[in-house]
Protein backbone atom coordinates (compact mmCIF):
# COMPACT_ATOMS: atom_id res chain seq x y z
CA UNK A 1 0.00 0.00 0.00
CA UNK A 2 2.78 2.07 0.43
CA UNK A 3 4.61 1.58 -2.08
CA UNK A 4 1.57 2.24 -4.16
CA UNK A 5 0.95 5.69 -2.43
CA UNK A 6 4.77 6.45 -3.10
CA UNK A 7 4.19 5.70 -7.08
CA UNK A 8 1.31 7.67 -7.00
CA UNK A 9 3.18 10.50 -5.28
CA UNK A 10 6.30 10.40 -7.35
CA UNK A 11 4.04 10.64 -10.52
CA UNK A 12 2.23 13.31 -9.27
CA UNK A 13 4.95 14.90 -8.41
CA UNK A 14 6.37 14.63 -11.46
CA UNK A 15 3.55 15.68 -13.44
CA UNK A 16 3.64 18.48 -11.42
CA UNK A 17 7.48 19.72 -12.51
CA UNK A 18 6.86 18.81 -15.87
CA UNK A 19 3.60 21.18 -15.60
CA UNK A 20 5.12 23.59 -14.02
CA UNK A 21 8.38 23.35 -16.40
CA UNK A 22 5.96 24.17 -19.66
CA UNK A 23 4.06 26.90 -17.96
CA UNK A 24 7.42 28.53 -17.10
CA UNK A 25 8.77 27.99 -21.16
CA UNK A 26 5.57 29.22 -22.41
CA UNK A 27 5.57 32.08 -20.31
CA UNK A 28 9.16 32.75 -21.00
CA UNK A 29 8.22 32.48 -24.74
CA UNK A 30 5.31 34.98 -23.85
CA UNK A 31 7.41 37.05 -22.34
CA UNK A 32 10.10 37.34 -25.21
CA UNK A 33 7.23 37.34 -27.79
CA UNK A 34 5.80 40.51 -26.00
CA UNK A 35 9.31 42.55 -26.32
CA UNK A 36 9.76 41.46 -29.60
CA UNK A 37 6.05 42.80 -30.88
CA UNK A 38 7.54 46.27 -29.65
CA UNK A 39 8.60 47.93 -33.07
CA UNK A 40 10.46 51.93 -33.57
CA UNK A 41 10.41 51.70 -37.91
CA UNK A 42 6.78 52.66 -37.96
CA UNK A 43 6.94 55.96 -35.99
CA UNK A 44 10.28 56.96 -34.85
CA UNK A 45 9.37 55.88 -31.35
CA UNK A 46 8.68 52.49 -29.67
CA UNK A 47 5.53 50.90 -30.24
CA UNK A 48 3.61 48.08 -29.66
CA UNK A 49 2.45 46.39 -33.27
CA UNK A 50 -1.21 47.09 -32.70
CA UNK A 51 -0.26 50.43 -31.48
CA UNK A 52 1.69 51.65 -34.91
CA UNK A 53 0.08 53.10 -37.78
CA UNK A 54 -0.26 50.90 -41.15
CA UNK A 55 0.80 47.16 -41.96
CA UNK A 56 3.86 45.92 -39.43
CA UNK A 57 5.14 43.02 -39.36
CA UNK A 58 8.56 41.43 -37.02
CA UNK A 59 10.93 38.61 -38.13
CA UNK A 60 11.91 38.20 -34.57
CA UNK A 61 15.63 36.13 -33.79
CA UNK A 62 13.70 32.98 -33.37
CA UNK A 63 12.11 33.49 -36.64
CA UNK A 64 15.32 33.58 -38.37
CA UNK A 65 16.58 30.34 -36.79
CA UNK A 66 13.86 28.27 -37.90
CA UNK A 67 14.47 29.88 -41.61
CA UNK A 68 17.57 29.19 -42.13
CA UNK A 69 18.18 31.29 -44.30
CA UNK A 70 21.79 32.35 -46.00
CA UNK A 71 21.31 36.02 -46.89
CA UNK A 72 19.74 38.73 -45.32
CA UNK A 73 17.16 39.37 -48.53
CA UNK A 74 15.77 35.33 -47.90
CA UNK A 75 14.28 36.08 -44.51
CA UNK A 76 11.89 38.36 -46.39
CA UNK A 77 10.15 36.02 -48.69
CA UNK A 78 7.47 34.71 -46.74
CA UNK A 79 6.07 37.81 -45.69
CA UNK A 80 3.08 39.19 -47.30
CA UNK A 81 3.64 42.19 -49.88
CA UNK A 82 7.02 40.77 -50.41
CA UNK A 83 8.49 40.29 -53.17
CA UNK A 84 12.17 38.79 -53.02
CA UNK A 85 14.30 38.49 -56.34
CA UNK A 86 17.26 36.32 -55.78
CA UNK A 87 17.42 33.94 -59.07
CA UNK A 88 20.66 32.77 -58.64
CA UNK A 89 21.77 31.79 -55.37
CA UNK A 90 24.84 33.27 -54.17
CA UNK A 91 26.27 33.82 -57.89
CA UNK A 92 23.30 36.77 -57.82
CA UNK A 93 24.98 39.86 -57.98
CA UNK A 94 21.95 41.88 -58.00
CA UNK A 95 19.07 40.62 -55.84
CA UNK A 96 16.09 42.83 -54.98
CA UNK A 97 13.15 42.82 -52.34
CA UNK A 98 10.51 45.01 -53.75
CA UNK A 99 7.01 45.63 -51.24
CA UNK A 100 3.57 46.28 -52.62
CA UNK A 101 3.85 45.78 -56.24
CA UNK A 102 6.35 48.65 -56.95
CA UNK A 103 9.36 47.80 -58.99
CA UNK A 104 12.83 48.27 -58.13
CA UNK A 105 14.80 47.50 -55.23
CA UNK A 106 15.03 51.62 -54.70
CA UNK A 107 11.44 52.00 -54.04
CA UNK A 108 12.06 50.23 -50.37
CA UNK A 109 14.12 51.90 -47.88
CA UNK A 110 16.26 49.48 -46.37
CA UNK A 111 17.77 50.74 -43.08
CA UNK A 112 20.68 49.00 -40.62
CA UNK A 113 19.82 50.36 -37.16
CA UNK A 114 18.42 53.17 -38.67
CA UNK A 115 21.18 54.25 -40.72
CA UNK A 116 20.08 53.63 -44.69
CA UNK A 117 21.62 51.09 -47.03
CA UNK A 118 20.26 52.07 -50.53
CA UNK A 119 22.90 53.50 -52.19
CA UNK A 120 22.89 56.92 -54.87
CA UNK A 121 24.00 55.54 -57.75
CA UNK A 122 21.00 52.84 -58.50
CA UNK A 123 19.41 52.98 -55.14
CA UNK A 124 20.18 49.42 -54.71
CA UNK A 125 21.01 47.32 -51.57
CA UNK A 126 24.15 45.27 -51.49
CA UNK A 127 23.00 42.12 -49.58
CA UNK A 128 25.54 40.01 -50.11
CA UNK A 129 27.68 41.97 -47.62
CA UNK A 130 25.35 42.66 -44.98
CA UNK A 131 26.09 40.30 -42.00
CA UNK A 132 23.21 37.66 -40.63
CA UNK A 133 24.62 36.63 -37.37
CA UNK A 134 24.06 39.46 -35.18
CA UNK A 135 20.54 40.26 -36.09
CA UNK A 136 18.43 40.58 -33.46
CA UNK A 137 14.82 41.24 -35.62
CA UNK A 138 13.93 42.73 -38.85
CA UNK A 139 10.97 45.18 -38.68
CA UNK A 140 9.05 45.42 -42.27
CA UNK A 141 6.25 48.53 -42.83
CA UNK A 142 4.40 48.13 -45.55
CA UNK A 143 3.31 51.41 -47.81
CA UNK A 144 4.52 54.74 -48.26
CA UNK A 145 6.27 56.25 -45.23
CA UNK A 146 8.21 59.38 -47.06
CA UNK A 147 6.41 61.72 -44.20
CA UNK A 148 9.03 60.19 -41.65
CA UNK A 149 11.68 58.66 -44.00
CA UNK A 150 11.97 61.00 -47.36
CA UNK A 151 13.19 59.55 -50.93
CA UNK A 152 13.15 55.80 -51.65
CA UNK A 153 10.26 54.85 -48.74
CA UNK A 154 7.67 54.20 -51.82
CA UNK A 155 6.66 51.12 -50.95
CA UNK A 156 7.84 51.07 -47.41
CA UNK A 157 10.34 50.35 -45.00
CA UNK A 158 12.48 47.53 -44.13
CA UNK A 159 14.38 47.89 -40.82
CA UNK A 160 17.46 45.55 -39.81
CA UNK A 161 18.16 45.72 -36.06
CA UNK A 162 21.37 44.56 -34.46
CA UNK A 163 22.30 42.64 -31.13
CA UNK A 164 23.74 44.34 -28.15
CA UNK A 165 25.30 41.61 -25.76
CA UNK A 166 24.67 41.29 -21.87
CA UNK A 167 26.79 38.50 -21.77
CA UNK A 168 29.49 36.27 -23.00
CA UNK A 169 27.62 34.87 -26.24
CA UNK A 170 29.14 32.79 -28.90
CA UNK A 171 28.77 30.83 -31.63
CA UNK A 172 29.98 29.15 -34.94
CA UNK A 173 28.76 27.61 -38.02
CA UNK A 174 29.86 25.29 -40.61
CA UNK A 175 28.20 23.61 -43.65
CA UNK A 176 29.11 22.05 -46.68
CA UNK A 177 26.45 21.04 -49.46
CA UNK A 178 26.44 20.94 -53.27
CA UNK A 179 28.43 21.70 -56.13
CA UNK A 180 31.59 22.07 -53.44
CA UNK A 181 29.34 24.48 -51.19
CA UNK A 182 31.29 26.01 -48.00
CA UNK A 183 29.89 27.72 -45.53
CA UNK A 184 31.01 28.98 -42.64
CA UNK A 185 30.87 31.88 -39.90
CA UNK A 186 31.22 32.72 -36.03
CA UNK A 187 30.76 35.32 -33.52
CA UNK A 188 31.73 36.54 -30.30
CA UNK A 189 30.10 39.25 -28.08
CA UNK A 190 30.56 40.21 -24.76
CA UNK A 191 29.72 43.46 -22.04
CA UNK A 192 32.53 44.38 -20.07
CA UNK A 193 32.25 46.55 -16.81
CA UNK A 194 28.25 46.59 -17.14
CA UNK A 195 28.92 50.23 -19.69
CA UNK A 196 30.43 48.64 -22.51
CA UNK A 197 29.28 46.06 -25.24
CA UNK A 198 31.28 44.45 -28.13
CA UNK A 199 30.62 42.19 -30.56
CA UNK A 200 32.55 40.77 -33.48
CA UNK A 201 31.16 38.70 -36.55
CA UNK A 202 32.41 36.95 -39.53
CA UNK A 203 30.78 34.76 -42.73
CA UNK A 204 32.24 32.98 -45.28
CA UNK A 205 30.67 31.59 -48.42
CA UNK A 206 31.91 29.92 -51.56
CA UNK A 207 30.71 27.38 -54.41
CA UNK A 208 31.67 26.02 -57.55
CA UNK A 209 28.43 27.14 -58.36
CA UNK A 210 26.17 24.93 -61.57
CA UNK A 211 24.63 26.59 -65.06
CA UNK A 212 22.72 29.64 -64.62
CA UNK A 213 22.39 30.85 -68.04
CA UNK A 214 20.40 28.52 -70.63
CA UNK A 215 22.21 29.32 -74.46
CA UNK A 216 18.85 29.15 -76.56
CA UNK A 217 18.68 30.22 -80.69
CA UNK A 218 15.72 30.59 -82.72
CA UNK A 219 14.59 27.79 -85.16
CA UNK A 220 15.02 28.39 -88.90
CA UNK A 221 13.59 26.54 -91.52
CA UNK A 222 16.74 24.01 -92.89
CA UNK A 223 18.91 21.33 -92.42
CA UNK A 224 22.16 20.99 -90.36
CA UNK A 225 24.79 18.09 -89.77
CA UNK A 226 24.87 18.50 -85.58
CA UNK A 227 22.52 16.86 -83.34
CA UNK A 228 21.96 17.62 -79.45
CA UNK A 229 20.03 20.19 -77.55
CA UNK A 230 16.39 20.11 -76.49
CA UNK A 231 13.26 22.64 -77.48
CA UNK A 232 12.00 25.24 -75.27
CA UNK A 233 9.94 28.62 -75.21
CA UNK A 234 10.77 32.49 -74.49
CA UNK A 235 9.10 34.54 -72.07
CA UNK A 236 6.33 35.46 -75.35
CA UNK A 237 6.05 31.59 -75.87
CA UNK A 238 8.24 31.64 -79.00
CA UNK A 239 9.72 28.16 -79.72
CA UNK A 240 13.51 27.97 -79.14
CA UNK A 241 16.32 25.77 -79.02
CA UNK A 242 18.78 25.08 -76.47
CA UNK A 243 22.64 24.29 -77.41
CA UNK A 244 24.03 24.81 -74.27
CA UNK A 245 24.56 26.70 -71.19
CA UNK A 246 27.48 29.42 -70.07
CA UNK A 247 29.15 26.96 -67.41
CA UNK A 248 29.13 27.08 -63.87
CA UNK A 249 28.35 30.18 -61.92
CA UNK A 250 31.37 30.38 -59.41
CA UNK A 251 30.72 33.03 -56.27
CA UNK A 252 32.28 33.48 -53.20
CA UNK A 253 31.46 36.19 -50.64
CA UNK A 254 32.53 37.25 -47.07
CA UNK A 255 31.53 39.93 -44.38
CA UNK A 256 32.84 40.74 -40.83
CA UNK A 257 31.00 43.09 -38.42
CA UNK A 258 31.99 45.30 -35.11
CA UNK A 259 29.58 46.79 -32.76
CA UNK A 260 30.59 48.74 -29.97
CA UNK A 261 28.05 50.46 -27.24
CA UNK A 262 28.96 52.54 -24.23
CA UNK A 263 26.15 53.41 -21.78
CA UNK A 264 26.95 56.94 -21.09
CA UNK A 265 24.75 57.45 -18.13
CA UNK A 266 21.03 55.20 -16.57
CA UNK A 267 19.46 56.74 -20.07
CA UNK A 268 21.77 57.87 -22.55
CA UNK A 269 24.42 55.71 -24.75
CA UNK A 270 26.59 55.77 -27.59
CA UNK A 271 27.25 53.05 -30.08
CA UNK A 272 29.56 52.33 -33.41
CA UNK A 273 28.54 49.75 -36.44
CA UNK A 274 30.84 48.92 -38.66
CA UNK A 275 29.95 46.35 -41.52
CA UNK A 276 32.30 45.30 -44.39
CA UNK A 277 31.70 42.96 -46.97
CA UNK A 278 33.25 41.49 -50.15
CA UNK A 279 31.03 39.36 -52.75
CA UNK A 280 32.81 37.84 -56.56
CA UNK A 281 31.23 36.31 -59.28
CA UNK A 282 32.17 34.38 -62.55
CA UNK A 283 31.81 32.03 -64.79
CA UNK A 284 33.65 28.92 -65.80
CA UNK A 285 34.02 27.05 -69.34
CA UNK A 286 30.52 26.77 -70.81
CA UNK A 287 29.67 23.37 -72.34
CA UNK A 288 27.97 22.74 -75.27
CA UNK A 289 24.84 20.15 -75.55
CA UNK A 290 25.48 19.57 -79.37
CA UNK A 291 27.65 17.02 -80.87
CA UNK A 292 29.12 16.51 -84.56
CA UNK A 293 28.84 13.57 -87.09
CA UNK A 294 31.78 11.39 -84.81
CA UNK A 295 30.15 12.15 -81.51
CA UNK A 296 32.49 14.77 -80.51
CA UNK A 297 30.96 18.23 -78.62
CA UNK A 298 30.97 21.24 -81.28
CA UNK A 299 30.36 24.69 -80.43
CA UNK A 300 29.85 25.83 -83.94
CA UNK A 301 27.87 24.55 -87.00
CA UNK A 302 23.85 23.92 -87.25
CA UNK A 303 21.42 21.98 -85.72
CA UNK A 304 19.01 19.51 -87.44
CA UNK A 305 16.15 19.32 -85.42
CA UNK A 306 14.16 17.14 -87.96
CA UNK A 307 11.21 18.33 -90.07
CA UNK A 308 12.82 20.76 -92.15
CA UNK A 309 14.02 23.06 -89.26
CA UNK A 310 17.36 23.41 -87.62
CA UNK A 311 19.21 26.41 -85.30
CA UNK A 312 22.61 27.63 -85.43
CA UNK A 313 25.46 27.88 -82.79
CA UNK A 314 28.71 29.69 -83.23
CA UNK A 315 31.51 29.84 -80.09
CA UNK A 316 30.19 33.49 -79.36
CA UNK A 317 26.80 32.72 -78.50
CA UNK A 318 28.24 30.54 -75.68
CA UNK A 319 30.08 33.78 -73.87
CA UNK A 320 27.61 36.37 -75.04
CA UNK A 321 26.82 38.90 -72.00
CA UNK A 322 28.90 36.49 -69.80
CA UNK A 323 31.85 38.02 -67.26
CA UNK A 324 33.30 38.04 -64.04
CA UNK A 325 32.32 40.70 -61.51
CA UNK A 326 33.31 41.98 -57.51
CA UNK A 327 31.54 44.21 -54.98
CA UNK A 328 33.21 45.80 -51.53
CA UNK A 329 31.42 47.92 -49.36
CA UNK A 330 32.06 49.41 -45.81
CA UNK A 331 29.62 51.09 -43.77
CA UNK A 332 30.78 52.64 -40.54
CA UNK A 333 27.90 54.36 -38.73
CA UNK A 334 27.45 56.66 -34.78
CA UNK A 335 24.08 56.50 -33.11
CA UNK A 336 23.42 58.56 -29.85
CA UNK A 337 20.78 58.37 -27.57
CA UNK A 338 19.91 60.58 -24.77
CA UNK A 339 16.70 60.82 -22.29
CA UNK A 340 16.61 64.83 -20.54
CA UNK A 341 13.37 65.07 -18.32
CA UNK A 342 10.92 64.00 -20.42
CA UNK A 343 12.44 64.81 -24.05
CA UNK A 344 14.17 61.77 -25.69
CA UNK A 345 16.86 62.72 -28.35
CA UNK A 346 18.28 60.72 -30.67
CA UNK A 347 21.56 61.31 -33.36
CA UNK A 348 22.56 59.29 -35.66
CA UNK A 349 25.30 59.63 -38.54
CA UNK A 350 26.85 57.42 -41.31
CA UNK A 351 29.37 56.51 -44.29
CA UNK A 352 28.87 54.19 -46.90
CA UNK A 353 31.69 53.27 -49.52
CA UNK A 354 31.01 50.87 -52.07
CA UNK A 355 33.03 49.97 -55.26
CA UNK A 356 32.42 47.23 -57.89
CA UNK A 357 33.26 46.11 -61.52
CA UNK A 358 32.11 43.37 -63.73
CA UNK A 359 33.13 42.32 -67.24
CA UNK A 360 30.92 41.40 -70.13
CA UNK A 361 31.90 40.19 -73.30
CA UNK A 362 29.82 41.46 -76.65
CA UNK A 363 28.73 39.44 -79.84
CA UNK A 364 31.15 37.95 -82.13
CA UNK A 365 31.16 34.55 -84.41
CA UNK A 366 34.63 33.63 -83.17
CA UNK A 367 34.70 34.81 -79.81
CA UNK A 368 35.64 31.62 -77.59
CA UNK A 369 36.17 31.03 -73.37
CA UNK A 370 40.01 31.25 -73.63
CA UNK A 371 39.90 34.66 -76.50
CA UNK A 372 37.24 37.13 -76.53
CA UNK A 373 37.57 40.65 -76.31
CA UNK A 374 35.31 42.29 -73.98
CA UNK A 375 34.18 45.42 -71.59
CA UNK A 376 35.03 46.48 -68.03
CA UNK A 377 31.97 48.74 -66.06
CA UNK A 378 34.24 49.72 -62.83
CA UNK A 379 32.41 52.51 -60.14
CA UNK A 380 32.69 54.04 -56.93
CA UNK A 381 29.88 55.26 -54.68
CA UNK A 382 29.93 57.47 -51.59
CA UNK A 383 27.07 58.40 -48.90
CA UNK A 384 27.18 60.21 -46.37
CA UNK A 385 24.22 60.36 -44.06
CA UNK A 386 23.16 62.41 -40.74
CA UNK A 387 20.04 62.70 -39.01
CA UNK A 388 18.62 64.38 -35.44
CA UNK A 389 15.39 63.41 -34.02
CA UNK A 390 13.55 64.74 -30.66
CA UNK A 391 10.79 62.83 -29.07
CA UNK A 392 8.51 65.58 -27.00
CA UNK A 393 5.41 64.38 -25.04
CA UNK A 394 2.89 67.23 -24.59
CA UNK A 395 0.51 66.83 -21.06
CA UNK A 396 -1.10 62.84 -21.27
CA UNK A 397 -2.48 62.70 -25.02
CA UNK A 398 0.61 64.32 -27.19
CA UNK A 399 4.07 62.94 -28.73
CA UNK A 400 5.75 64.81 -30.89
CA UNK A 401 8.44 63.50 -32.92
CA UNK A 402 10.36 65.87 -35.11
CA UNK A 403 13.82 66.04 -36.57
CA UNK A 404 16.54 67.19 -39.22
CA UNK A 405 17.82 65.12 -41.87
CA UNK A 406 20.83 65.50 -44.65
CA UNK A 407 22.31 63.27 -47.19
CA UNK A 408 25.15 63.70 -49.46
CA UNK A 409 25.72 60.58 -53.03
CA UNK A 410 28.75 60.78 -55.07
CA UNK A 411 29.54 58.37 -57.90
CA UNK A 412 32.32 58.00 -60.32
CA UNK A 413 32.21 55.43 -62.99
CA UNK A 414 34.18 54.48 -66.05
CA UNK A 415 34.13 52.22 -69.21
CA UNK A 416 36.66 50.32 -70.62
CA UNK A 417 37.16 48.23 -73.66
CA UNK A 418 39.43 44.80 -72.92
CA UNK A 419 41.66 42.86 -74.77
CA UNK A 420 40.16 39.86 -73.28
CA UNK A 421 37.11 39.59 -71.38
CA UNK A 422 38.22 37.71 -68.50
CA UNK A 423 41.30 39.74 -67.17
CA UNK A 424 39.72 42.94 -66.10
CA UNK A 425 43.26 44.45 -66.18
CA UNK A 426 43.64 44.04 -69.71
CA UNK A 427 42.40 47.60 -70.75
CA UNK A 428 43.15 48.44 -73.86
CA UNK A 429 41.21 52.18 -73.19
CA UNK A 430 38.42 54.10 -71.38
CA UNK A 431 35.55 54.44 -73.57
CA UNK A 432 32.55 56.02 -71.42
CA UNK A 433 32.64 58.32 -67.98
CA UNK A 434 30.27 58.93 -65.98
CA UNK A 435 30.15 61.48 -62.53
CA UNK A 436 27.32 62.89 -60.63
CA UNK A 437 26.42 63.98 -57.20
CA UNK A 438 23.36 64.91 -54.96
CA UNK A 439 22.29 65.84 -51.67
CA UNK A 440 18.80 66.26 -49.66
CA UNK A 441 17.83 68.26 -46.64
CA UNK A 442 14.76 67.58 -45.19
CA UNK A 443 13.02 68.44 -42.16
CA UNK A 444 9.87 66.24 -39.85
CA UNK A 445 7.37 66.58 -37.80
CA UNK A 446 4.44 63.58 -36.34
CA UNK A 447 2.05 64.41 -33.59
CA UNK A 448 0.91 61.33 -31.89
CA UNK A 449 -2.74 62.56 -30.46
CA UNK A 450 -4.59 59.83 -27.92
CA UNK A 451 -7.87 61.27 -28.66
CA UNK A 452 -9.53 58.53 -26.52
CA UNK A 453 -8.65 55.59 -24.88
CA UNK A 454 -8.98 53.14 -28.11
CA UNK A 455 -8.77 55.80 -30.98
CA UNK A 456 -5.23 57.64 -32.08
CA UNK A 457 -4.43 59.48 -34.48
CA UNK A 458 -0.93 60.44 -36.30
CA UNK A 459 -0.77 63.16 -37.85
CA UNK A 460 2.74 63.80 -39.53
CA UNK A 461 4.20 66.04 -43.07
CA UNK A 462 7.98 65.90 -43.91
CA UNK A 463 9.85 68.38 -46.34
CA UNK A 464 12.55 67.58 -48.13
CA UNK A 465 14.91 69.59 -50.29
CA UNK A 466 16.74 67.69 -53.04
CA UNK A 467 19.40 68.95 -55.69
CA UNK A 468 21.69 66.65 -58.38
CA UNK A 469 24.89 68.57 -59.68
CA UNK A 470 28.25 68.04 -61.33
CA UNK A 471 26.58 66.09 -63.61
CA UNK A 472 29.49 64.79 -66.43
CA UNK A 473 28.84 61.84 -69.08
CA UNK A 474 29.71 60.75 -72.38
CA UNK A 475 32.14 58.93 -74.69
CA UNK A 476 35.37 59.97 -74.10
CA UNK A 477 36.53 62.79 -76.01
CA UNK A 478 32.74 63.71 -76.56
CA UNK A 479 31.99 64.52 -72.80
CA UNK A 480 28.94 67.38 -71.61
CA UNK A 481 28.05 68.70 -68.60
CA UNK A 482 24.57 67.16 -67.78
CA UNK A 483 22.06 70.07 -66.19
CA UNK A 484 22.28 70.59 -62.44
CA UNK A 485 17.63 69.35 -61.72
CA UNK A 486 16.60 69.84 -58.00
CA UNK A 487 13.19 70.24 -56.52
CA UNK A 488 10.78 69.77 -52.90
CA UNK A 489 8.47 67.66 -52.13
CA UNK A 490 5.97 68.07 -49.70
CA UNK A 491 5.07 64.23 -48.05
CA UNK A 492 2.13 64.13 -45.22
CA UNK A 493 0.34 61.59 -43.56
CA UNK A 494 -2.82 60.61 -41.56
CA UNK A 495 -3.63 57.63 -39.71
CA UNK A 496 -6.21 56.41 -37.72
CA UNK A 497 -5.77 53.17 -35.15
CA UNK A 498 -9.05 52.08 -33.44
CA UNK A 499 -9.56 49.84 -31.00
CA UNK A 500 -13.09 48.50 -30.46
CA UNK A 501 -12.08 46.31 -27.96
CA UNK A 502 -8.55 44.27 -26.81
CA UNK A 503 -8.55 42.04 -29.74
CA UNK A 504 -9.54 44.46 -32.46
CA UNK A 505 -7.54 46.49 -34.31
CA UNK A 506 -8.49 48.89 -37.00
CA UNK A 507 -6.29 51.27 -38.88
CA UNK A 508 -6.52 53.26 -41.40
CA UNK A 509 -4.46 55.76 -43.21
CA UNK A 510 -4.25 58.15 -45.97
CA UNK A 511 -0.35 59.60 -47.38
CA UNK A 512 1.36 60.67 -50.04
CA UNK A 513 5.51 59.51 -50.97
CA UNK A 514 8.10 60.74 -53.34
CA UNK A 515 11.13 59.59 -55.27
CA UNK A 516 14.39 61.59 -56.88
CA UNK A 517 15.85 60.16 -59.88
CA UNK A 518 19.14 58.66 -58.60
CA UNK A 519 22.47 59.71 -60.33
CA UNK A 520 22.54 56.61 -62.16
CA UNK A 521 19.28 57.87 -63.61
CA UNK A 522 19.89 61.30 -64.88
CA UNK A 523 23.69 61.22 -65.39
CA UNK A 524 24.86 57.15 -66.57
CA UNK A 525 24.42 57.22 -70.69
CA UNK A 526 26.50 54.31 -71.97
CA UNK A 527 26.92 52.07 -75.12
CA UNK A 528 26.33 48.24 -75.07
CA UNK A 529 25.28 45.55 -76.90
CA UNK A 530 22.02 46.39 -77.04
CA UNK A 531 22.64 50.02 -78.23
CA UNK A 532 22.58 53.01 -76.61
CA UNK A 533 21.40 53.91 -72.48
CA UNK A 534 20.44 57.42 -72.51
CA UNK A 535 19.78 59.08 -68.72
CA UNK A 536 17.95 62.36 -68.41
CA UNK A 537 18.63 64.86 -66.78
CA UNK A 538 15.50 66.55 -67.22
CA UNK A 539 13.49 63.77 -65.05
CA UNK A 540 11.06 64.96 -62.35
CA UNK A 541 10.61 62.97 -59.31
CA UNK A 542 8.22 60.61 -58.84
CA UNK A 543 5.08 60.76 -56.47
CA UNK A 544 1.70 59.11 -55.38
CA UNK A 545 -0.25 58.67 -52.52
CA UNK A 546 -1.69 55.87 -50.84
CA UNK A 547 -5.08 54.64 -49.20
CA UNK A 548 -5.25 51.64 -47.05
CA UNK A 549 -7.78 50.03 -44.45
CA UNK A 550 -6.83 47.23 -42.54
CA UNK A 551 -8.38 45.08 -39.54
CA UNK A 552 -6.82 42.52 -37.25
CA UNK A 553 -8.67 39.76 -35.41
CA UNK A 554 -7.26 37.90 -32.12
CA UNK A 555 -8.93 34.71 -31.32
CA UNK A 556 -8.14 32.27 -28.60
CA UNK A 557 -6.60 34.40 -25.81
CA UNK A 558 -4.26 36.07 -28.75
CA UNK A 559 -3.02 32.81 -29.89
CA UNK A 560 -4.31 32.93 -33.44
CA UNK A 561 -4.29 36.62 -35.29
CA UNK A 562 -6.37 36.77 -38.47
CA UNK A 563 -5.42 40.18 -40.53
CA UNK A 564 -6.81 41.56 -43.31
CA UNK A 565 -5.57 44.80 -45.37
CA UNK A 566 -6.51 46.14 -48.89
CA UNK A 567 -4.66 49.33 -50.30
CA UNK A 568 -4.92 51.68 -53.40
CA UNK A 569 -2.12 53.22 -54.81
CA UNK A 570 -2.10 56.13 -57.65
CA UNK A 571 1.79 56.88 -59.07
CA UNK A 572 2.43 60.36 -61.11
CA UNK A 573 5.53 60.90 -63.17
CA UNK A 574 6.83 56.72 -62.70
CA UNK A 575 10.29 56.87 -64.06
CA UNK A 576 10.52 54.11 -66.64
CA UNK A 577 12.62 53.19 -69.55
CA UNK A 578 11.52 52.08 -72.67
CA UNK A 579 13.32 51.49 -76.31
CA UNK A 580 13.08 53.97 -79.04
CA UNK A 581 12.27 52.90 -82.84
CA UNK A 582 16.14 53.25 -82.84
CA UNK A 583 16.96 50.83 -80.60
CA UNK A 584 18.16 52.39 -78.33
CA UNK A 585 17.01 52.63 -74.57
CA UNK A 586 15.66 56.24 -73.26
CA UNK A 587 14.47 57.02 -69.46
CA UNK A 588 11.45 59.10 -69.04
CA UNK A 589 8.85 60.41 -66.70
CA UNK A 590 5.10 58.26 -67.09
CA UNK A 591 1.96 59.77 -66.59
CA UNK A 592 0.03 57.48 -64.21
CA UNK A 593 0.07 54.15 -62.79
CA UNK A 594 -2.12 52.42 -60.45
CA UNK A 595 -2.07 49.48 -57.68
CA UNK A 596 -4.48 47.89 -55.99
CA UNK A 597 -3.70 44.84 -53.85
CA UNK A 598 -4.57 42.57 -50.91
CA UNK A 599 -2.95 41.70 -48.19
CA UNK A 600 -3.94 38.11 -45.83
CA UNK A 601 -2.18 37.04 -43.17
Not at 565 to 594: C, M, Q, V
Request: glycine share 10%; hydrophobic share 30%; charged share 25%.
Amino acid sequence: MKSSMLRVSLTVTLCLILCLGIWAEEAEKEKKIKLEDVVVTATRTEKNVDNAPGSVSVITEEDMKKLNFHTLDEALKYESGTNVLHKKGLADSMPSIQLRGLYGAYRTLVLLDGIPLNQGYTGDIEWNSISTENIKRIEIIRGPASALYGGNAMGGVINIITSTPKKLEAKAKFGYGSDSTIRYSAYVGDKFMDTLSLSLGFEHEETEGYPTKLITRSISDGTGELTGGYETTDTSGTPKWVVGDQGDNHARRWNLNLKTKYDLTDTGYLAFNFQTGFHRYEYGEPHTYLRDENGDPAFSGYVDLGNGQRASASPGNYVYYAGDGEKKQQMYSLAYREILGSVTLNARAGYQKRDSWYTSCGYGSSNTFYDAPGSLSDGKSYSAFSDLQADIPIGDTHLLTSGLYSRYDSYEGDNYDLAFYRDKDSKIEKTVMTEGKDRFHAAYLQDEWQVIDRLTLFIGARLDYWKAFDGKSGNIGDEQKLKEPEDHAISPKLAVILKPNPDTVIKGSAGRAFRAPTIGDLYKTWTGTHGTYYSNPDLDPETLWNYEFSADQYLFKRMIKLSATYFHTDIYDLIYSYKGEDGNTYYDNAAEARIDGVELG
